[in-house]
């Protein structure tokens, strides 16, 4: 099949877009470079010429009128660089691209860049069956698709976005946003904390200060005063402990353990039921996940640290 | 600039680049994290140190040999012997004379104590109760007696229903029921105190009050002595030393009820002029000759328990209820420290069933045994010094579920774990106890307790709502202990 060059399809496709005509009608023709015969013919005469694709799919429609065979008459030129590239896959994959980084410049980008994280330079090896792509043209690629994904969202055109799709990683860390934990229809509101090994989960309700842990009471589940403290200290920095009912979850680790990711569990559970106490709690520390955790055991150490003992041979 | 002058100018140069920093004690936007270890407050550490000759480390330069510092220091010199130490250690004290004097404080009283409107309030130990208290060995050491001006309790709902038993017992007369509880609660939650405020309350009511503070004592084979019963079987064992103790106690402890009674029946006790003797003398001779202790118990024993007919009360006094406690039951049920030469001879353990005075009681616990002048036996478990005792906790579950459900029938198998091996002789036993569970005190009665530590000058805080509150919860929903622990001994020197 025979297909129209670049030039015409971006033509069609600016009249096309959804951005004002008038300030598209203004916009220069941008025309890709190209070293072929044909395209260069066109661009000196302002005509819409054929590029022929490899020679599989010609039409031989006018063969019999002509005194020349028409492979005499025409110099069959691919469509695609990528023709006589040793990394056609990827060649494509930069023109396809390009083709729409030029395509689409005109139009408006927004203010802060989009913050996507696309496929890296060994995945799109990968994908290409191991070609031997320049870094530096990958680095372009990704740069020509910042740019598009940058396109504001309301004028963007769906290949676009198809193309971003394409090149956009599966995951997306900036895209996850911790869980919003809302009061549910029994007036529970959940928190989740960790400290060392030891998770909890508190649900936490309007009442008149009792707690239970994983079904006992808080004394019968924390001998020690100081860590019944620890583990209702937001409460208490907040003087709310009469206020709430605890039932609390928790697994893993030891009882210090447990009652520190209590602390976590509860705060963020009353933190549902009182947004405006976010201030105190974060001043107590009550908000912060304690990253410490027990150091590895190293090879040549008795312990994380400590040395054998020094001997004289 | 001449290098002199320099020299000169140094002081002035360097008062230019030393500018005073204000002073901040959290750099802004610093992080914080919940943490109860002190590592942040630990002063910043002094980098390494060269080594003085520890271990792992070589010898100084110059030196041959490795020294190792020896510990220097002394220890503490032992002072007088082992058992002065040991009555030091467990002495039990009753009163702080520093402590404040609780003003409006009543007395505990025959109308006081059994009302509806004491629950909830505080009242002082009488001091006529405090020696027969101490005696009994009904003050323990960990109470936290030692705080306070002088003994008061806090009359609780549960104390409340122990009287209210005491009166339908006491109005009843002849042919009163027995009340037979063993009272169960978490640690701290005031088993023991119960037990002391109902020994208290039935000397009020002027009943026989006879008390076991601890059955360890008499299972564990340290404290006691044990001596067969000839031509019993399974062989059985009478323990002269703790019958002629307990003896001494009851004569002491129930000295003005039992001088009122007479020996009402023949018994074969070599005593001269049984007959004409009162129960405090009968209970006497036998606190005196260990050997007749054991058989005078039992005599006694008989005397009490005697019908209270018109005709028996007339001639020889009226014989009253008997309040019978024992604390830290499950030493009780099972097997005791104590041996014996089993058949293939071998030594085996003794059943504690086979214990004649330990078995004495479990009948009376259990219904085995009736008052038929009424009476209330109490026993309480241990939750900090105790053996596990898989038929009692059966037992337990059992009475727990049937408070609970009181129309229900049980079946023994529901609260069996039959990987756990299971006394069949103790489960048939105590298979129907009734259990009187002591859950934490009440918001209201917290802070009645509350106010009479901070009269006592015990409490820094202010005692308010959202203080008892506090408390109330950190102490497990108002577990009478742990409230203490929490409100008064936090704010003591060492926390005791």
Redesign the interface.
């Known amino acids: 099949m025979v297909r129209y060059a670049l030039v015409h399809s971006i033509r069609n496709a600016a009249s096309l877009a959804t951005t004002p005509s008038r300030s598209i009608s203004r916009l220069p023709i941008i025309r890709p470079f190209s070293t072929s015969r044909i395209l260069a013919l066109e661009q000196q005469e302002g005509k819409q010429l054929l590029t022929i694709q490899p020679p599989l799919d010609i039409e031989y429609e006018d063969v019999e009128d002509h005194p020349k065979p028409l492979l005499e008459r025409v110099r069959i030129v691919p469509d695609s660089q990528s023709y006589f590239s040793a990394r056609p896959s990827f060649t494509d994959t930069f023109l396809g691209v390009e083709h729409l980084y030029l395509k689409w410049k005109v139009l408006p980008r927004t203010a802060t860049p989009q913050d996507t994280h696309w496929t890296s330079y060994d995945e799109v090896r990968a994908m290409t069956g191991n070609e031997p792509v320049p870094e530096k043209r990958y680095r372009e690629m990704i740069r020509m698709l910042k740019d598009l994904d940058n396109i504001e969202p309301v004028v963007m055109p769906t290949e676009v976005l198809r193309l971003i799709d394409e090149h956009k990683r599966a995951f997306q860390p900036n895209q996850v946003k911790p869980k919003v934990f809302l009061v549910d229809e029994w007036g529970r509101s959940l928190g989740v904390g960790k400290r060392k090994t030891s998770t909890a989960k508190a649900y936490l309700v309007m009442g ?4 239970l842990v994983n079904g006992k ?4 589940y924390f001998g020690r ?2 860590d ?3 583990a ?2 937001a409460l ?1 920095i907040t ?1 709310r ?2 206020k709430y009912n605890i039932f609390a979850l928790v697994e893993g680790g030891g009882v ?1 353990g447990q009652a ?1 990711a209590l ?2 569990a509860i705060s963020r559970a009353l933190l549902v039921h009182e947004p405006q106490l976010e201030h105190r709690l ?5 908000l ?1 996940r ?1 990253p410490r955790k027990v150091e590895r055991k190293k090879p040549g150490h008795l312990k994380a640290r400590k ?1 054998p ?2 001997v ?1 041979r | 600039m001449r290098p002199t002058t320099t020299l000169r100018r140094v002081p002035a140069l360097l008062d230019d680049c030393i500018v005073a920093r204000p002073l901040t004690l959290r750099r802004p936007g610093s992080v914080t994290y919940f943490s109860t270890t002190s590592y942040r407050y630990a002063p910043p550490t002094a980098g390494k140190k060269k080594g003085t000759g520890g271990h792992g480390e070589g010898p100084k330069k110059g030196r041959q040999t490795l020294k190792i510092k020896r510990d220097m220091r002394v220890k503490d010199a032992t002072i007088g012997t082992p058992e002065s130490r040991k009555a030091f250690r467990t002495r039990i004290i009753l009163e702080n004379t520093n402590a404040n004097t609780v003003p409006g404080l009543d007395r505990l009283t025959a109308e006081t104590a059994f009302a509806k409107e004491s629950i909830g309030k505080v009242f002082t130990i009488p001091g006529n109760h405090i020696d027969a208290l101490r005696l009994m060995g009904a003050f323990k050491r960990t109470q936290g007696w030692h705080n306070y001006k002088g003994p008061a309790t806090l009359i609780r709902q549960e104390t409340w229903y122990i009287g209210q038993r005491m009166n339908e017992i006491s109005e009843a007369g002849l042919g009163a029921e027995t009340t037979r509880k063993v009272i169960i609660g978490e640690r701290k939650s005031g088993k023991s105190v119960l037990i002391l405020q109902a020994l208290s309350m039935a000397m009020l009511r002027e009943w026989v009050v006879i008390n076991i503070p601890e059955c360890r004592e008499l299972t564990d084979a340290l404290t006691s002595d044990y001596n067969p019963v000839k031509g019993t079987d399974p062989l059985q064992f009478y323990q002269k030393q703790y019958s002629a103790t307990l003896l001494d106690q009851i004569a002491r402890v129930n000295r003005t009820v039992l001088s009122k009674i007479k020996v009402s029946q023949s018994h074969t006790l070599p005593i001269r002029n049984l007959g004409q003797m009162n129960l405090h003398q009968l209970a006497e001779h036998g606190a005196a000759e260990l050997d007749l202790a054991w058989p005078v118990f039992q005599a006694l024993w008989t005397e009490l328990t005697a019908k209270n007919d018109p005709e028996v009360v007339e001639k020889f006094g009226k014989r009253p209820p008997v309040m019978f406690c024992a604390d830290n039951i499950s030493y009780i049920f099972g097997e005791s420290k104590y041996e014996k030469l089993a058949e293939n001879d071998k030594l085996v353990p003794v059943h504690t069933f086979d214990l004649l005075l330990p078995k004495h009681y479990i009948d009376l616990l259990t219904g085995t045994t009736t008052l038929p002048n009424g009476g209330i036996i109490l026993g309480a478990t241990s939750s900090s010094h105790y053996i596990t005792c898989p038929p009692l906790d059966v037992a337990i579950e059992m009475g727990q579920e049937r408070l609970q459900y009181p129309d229900e029938k049980l079946e023994v198998n529901d609260f069996w774990n039959p990987l756990v091996k299971i006394d069949r002789r103790v489960l048939d036993q105590v298979i129907n106890i009734d259990v009187l569970p002591l859950k934490g005190i009440s918001k209201e009665e917290a802070r009645e307790i509350i106010g009479y530590w901070a009269l006592s000058g015990l409490v820094r805080d202010r005692v308010q709502d959202n203080y008892v509150g506090e408390k109330w919860t950190m102490s497990g929903g108002g577990v009478i202990g742990e409230l203490e622990k929490a409100v008064v001994r936090m704010n003591l020197n060492g926390g005791t």
């Open positions: 008149e200060g009792e707690v009471s808080l004394t019968e005063l100081h019944r403290e620890s209702l200290w208490k003087e402990i009469p210090t520190e602390t976590l974060l001043e107590a520390g009550c912060f304690d040395m003992a020094w004289r």
